[in-house]
């Protein structure tokens, strides 16, 4: 490739890396012993900063949102205070938090999918489970990047507290980009005080390979007193908790500017795009994607902008052949250049 790539595949939104220097030291890597019987250090600090971050009353840690959804539903899937719960999910969340739900579908509680964002469809869904004598567990991402925006929050959260019942969030894209300070969807959105649970992974936004559920305290304790991946799993390593550290640290000191950084690139992006008569699909969203004309192949694509140094993410939408462009706050205008230029390039060489 020559020069070094630009790499648009990495979902480091802000830049954030954590190498090894700029982190404080730790005695182990691991306890050697479950979260159940001993809790890292410095986790339930850290904990309490991703909440008061969030706008929620309590938080816990986990290795990653494979664990965390797991977990939850298996607690929600037991849940005998009250009602047992009907799962009702958003046909665009994330596949993790999915397989989730068919734990909790194992475990018997009935599931369904609803087209993203068709309130009414969702509503007829609540209503069918107060049919059946059970409450309703919405699952929804805070954002979803291809689809440029996030699914109606505050009325999933309002038809899921009317029938007493929950909304489960897999918070992943927004956490550290979206809302004030970067705190995610609950104060983007102002669902503070409304039943929502958080489950969130810092990889993205902050950087770190850790996973964070946030809610009530009376929620998240009761998680944390029945957590199967708390007694027969490992804790996050000790390392990962001191970068989540850091991160909250950096998040502190110049998160908003990192932030205002990514959005700056993201408009330089569509701009250069635009300039080259190149339309994008992402909003303000660092992901950014370019829909193929029909004739053109997605892998000749792909690998012609690879050979001239530009990374990107191929994708299939639908039908539809598209690259996906992560920008992140620490690329630079070169990187863009190079970008826009090698797309037009090779859109017409390979017409």
Excluded at 94 to 106: D, H, I, N, Q
Excluded at 323 to 328: E, K
């Amino acid at each position: 490739m020559g020069a070094a790539a630009a790499d648009f595949t990495s979902a480091l939104y802000l830049g954030l890396r954590h190498g090894r220097a700029a982190l404080d030291d730790w005695p182990a890597l691991t306890l050697g012993k479950p979260a159940a019987l001993a809790e890292v250090p410095g986790a339930r600090a850290v904990a309490r900063d991703l909440a008061a971050l969030q706008g929620c009353a309590a938080a816990t840690l986990l290795p990653s949102t494979l664990h965390l959804f797991w977990d939850v539903f298996g607690m929600l899937g037991r849940e005998r205070d009250g009602k047992p719960y009907m799962v009702l999910v958003d046909g665009a969340a994330y596949p993790v938090a999915r397989w989730g739900g068919e734990r909790a579908a194992g475990m018997g509680l009935p599931l369904r999918v609803f087209r993203s964002g068709a309130l009414a469809e969702l509503a007829s869904l609540v209503g069918l489970a107060r049919q059946l004598g059970r409450r309703p567990l919405v699952l929804a991402d805070g954002y979803y990047p291809d689809r440029a925006g996030a699914p109606p929050l505050a009325s999933y959260a309002a038809l899921a507290a009317g029938a007493d019942g929950l909304l489960l969030l897999d918070d992943a894209q927004a956490l550290g980009v979206l809302g004030p300070r970067g705190g995610g969807s609950i104060v983007a959105h102002g669902l503070a005080g409304a039943p929502v649970l958080m489950g969130a992974s810092l990889a993205k936004g902050f950087g770190v390979p850790l996973a964070v559920l946030a809610g009530s305290a009376a929620l998240v304790r009761h998680f944390e007193a029945v957590s199967d991946t708390r007694l027969h799993a490992s804790p996050p390593p000790v390392a990962t908790v001191v970068a989540a550290r850091h991160a909250l640290e950096l998040n502190r000191v110049c998160g908003d500017a990192l932030r205002a950084a990514l959005r700056q690139r993201i408009g330089q992006f569509r701009a250069a795009l635009a300039e080259q008569g190149i339309a994008t699909e992402g909003g303000a969203f660092p992901v950014q994607a370019v829909r193929l004309p029909r004739w053109l192949d997605l892998a000749a694509a792909h690998g012609a902008l690879r050979r001239d140094g530009v990374l990107a993410v191929p994708q299939c939408r639908g039908g539809a052949a598209l690259l996906a462009f992560l920008l992140r706050a620490d690329h630079t205008k070169a990187d863009i250049a190079r970008a826009a230029h090698a797309l037009r390039h090779h859109v017409k060489e390979l017409a």
